[in-house]
């Protein structure tokens, strides 16, 4: 309760789990960084993938 500045035993525990959780999620986020690509695709990349799905797909392009 000291370290949480909590009135009550049942906010202590609140505050800890609640910043537990927070650090599980952070912890979870720093996994994944760099892992992801700076940039955004073009339009063109994304037209691209677009056709390429649409053939996969229905056998044609779609229009």
Excluded at 14 to 35: D, H, I, P, Q, W
Aim: charged share 45%.
């Amino acid at each position: 309760m000291r370290f949480t500045k909590a009135k009550t035993k049942r906010e202590a525990v609140v505050k800890v789990l609640e910043e537990f959780n927070r650090r599980r999620r952070m912890a979870e986020l720093v996994r994944y960084s760099g892992t992801f690509s700076d940039s955004f695709p073009t339009n063109e990349e994304i037209e691209a993938t677009d056709a390429t799905r649409d053939r996969k797909l229905y056998g044609r392009a779609r229009r």
